[in-house]
Each structure stands twice: as C-alpha cells, then as structure tokens.
C-alpha cells in the first residue's frame, strides 16, 4: 500500500509501498505528486532503477529539460553529479532550486544517489512557503510586486574552470542571457507563495541598486537556514529524492571530501514563475 510518513511537521515525507522499477499506474502518478505538493521534496527507499527507468518514472511528471552542461553520456536529459578527490563537491553547497536562470526553471528534480560515502553528502531542503509565512512585515512590503534577476553566473565559472573557449562562453551568454523572476512566486498549483530568490543563481533586484538589493538579497536567503524550516536527508545508495523547485530549496553538504559520491538527476520542466 502506497505511504506517506511525514519526516519534519514542514517538509519532505518517505513513501513506501512503490516499486518504481515497474510501471505505475495513473492512480499512482497522481497520488505520488500530491505528495510532491504537499510534502515539497519526497523521498524513497530502496528503488534500484537504472537510467531508462529512471527516464520512464520522471516523464511522468512532465517534459524533461536537458542541462547545457553535465550531461550523461548517451542519455541528454540525466545530469550527473560526480565528485571525489579530483572533483570536490562545492557547486551545490549553497541553498538554491534549480535551473532558476532559466526563463521557465523546472517544475521537479528527481535525483537518485548511485554511490554515496559510508557518512555525509546529506541534502537538506527547506520549505520556502513556510519561509515567506514567517518573514517580517517591514522585508515582506519591499518585495511586494519586486522581481530578481538571477543568472547562469555560476555555471559559467564552471565552464571557465574546465577551459571552455571564449567562443563556447560567448554562445552560452547569448543562450542562456539573465532573467528575472518575481522574489515572491505564487505555486501554479497550491496558489501558495514562497520567497523564490536563491544564493546561487539570483544576482540582484531589478530597479534596485546593489547597495540596496545585497542586504535585502541576504536577508532573504537567509530564510531558507531555519531548522524549522528544513528536513535533511540522509543518502542510501537507491536512495531517491523528488522535490518541487517551485516551493522548496536544497542545498548539497559538501563535507565527505575526499570520498566519492555519484547521484544522477533528471529534471521536469516547469513554467513561467508568476
Ligand atoms: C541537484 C543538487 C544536491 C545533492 O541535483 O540539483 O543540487 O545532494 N543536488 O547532490
Ligand atoms: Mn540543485
């Protein structure tokens, strides 16, 4: 039988009593993404599925995105994630929801854990509607109707690290140029608002000086630290994590340098944030 057991009071919930190595029935999508709605990140146990099944499982959920960059090879539309000694982990150790500088970011992540170390490499996540429902008055009047722009910025100094061409640079500056999102979305679900601006990807404010936005900016991302807002996880291999990056954020421990970790992620995509 299909289970929900919630693992904080504000977010994420294990579910039991799937087995996503077989096909699941309609009844089981809709029930698994009304989990996903109210839970904000879903967890499951024990699912050795492999890149097709993975592949099968998400698109479910909707249309897949494929990554500009770390990109599977043979199968586009699954990112990986690798590090070990040669490559420590770093990149996702900040609170963000993906893909943000994209000008529809992803509605869902579905990230499975292929190998873990024996301890650390958590993810937490935190609840960012519980975010926006605890913010003063005085920070929630400046950001009404505000929006933030948000930029492809890290990924580029990824590219830099890794010796692309100023040609190559060029090409994803004129793909993937910045965009800007309202700091305070509306789920196109739950009509439930969350902060939805990010310490990786979100660069500024529009109509706003830095001097002015950087406090304010901080003061935001800041909101995802609360314990009270968060659940962390803690990765088997077989493991799976499914969250929404319309109403969470997640943030990568990057402490089990330097042990290998290898989770691969495959994205649904979303729509225009509102
Ligand atoms: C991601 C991500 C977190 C992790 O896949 O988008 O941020 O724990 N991963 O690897
Ligand atoms: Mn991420």
Excluded at 88 to 109: I, K, N, Y
Aim: a negative charge; one cysteine or more; hydrophobic letters at 40%.
């Amino acid at each position: 039988m299909l289970q929900a057991l919630a693992i904080t009071p504000t977010i994420g919930a294990e579910i039991s009593g799937v087995d996503l190595t077989q096909a699941l029935s309609q009844e089981a999508v809709a029930w698994i993404s009304k989990q996903l709605l109210h839970y904000k990140v879903i967890f499951f146990r024990d699912q050795p599925i492999d890149t097709p099944q993975h592949l099968v499982f998400a698109k479910q959920f909707g249309e897949l995105e494929v990554h500009p960059i770390q990109r599977k090879e043979g199968f586009p539309e699954v990112l990986v994630l690798h590090n070990d000694a040669e490559r420590p982990p770093a990149g996702t150790a900040f609170w963000h929801s993906d893909v943000t500088w994209r000008p529809e970011p992803s509605l869902g992540s579905i990230l499975i854990a292929k190998k873990v170390p024996e301890v650390g490499g958590d993810t937490l996540f935190a609840n960012m509607e519980a975010a926006y429902a605890d913010l003063d008055d005085i920070t929630r009047v400046q950001v009404e109707g505000r929006r933030a722009i948000h930029a492809f910025e890290p990924l580029r100094q990824a590219l830099i690290k890794r010796g692309a061409s100023v040609e190559e640079l060029a090409q994803y500056a004129t793909d993937y140029p910045t965009v800007s999102h309202p700091i305070v979305r509306t789920h196109p679900v739950s009509g439930r608002k969350s902060i939805y601006v990010n310490g990786l990807f979100t660069l500024g404010i529009e109509g706003m000086s830095d001097t002015e936005a950087k406090p304010l900016l901080k003061k935001l991302f800041a909101t995802a630290d609360k314990p009270e807002h968060q659940c962390r996880f803690r990765w088997r291999e077989h493991s799976i994590a499914f969250w929404d990056n319309r109403a969470a954020q997640h943030y990568a421990t990057a402490d089990y340098f330097p042990n290998e970790r290898i989770m691969e992620r495959v994205t649904v995509k979303g729509d225009r944030p509102f």
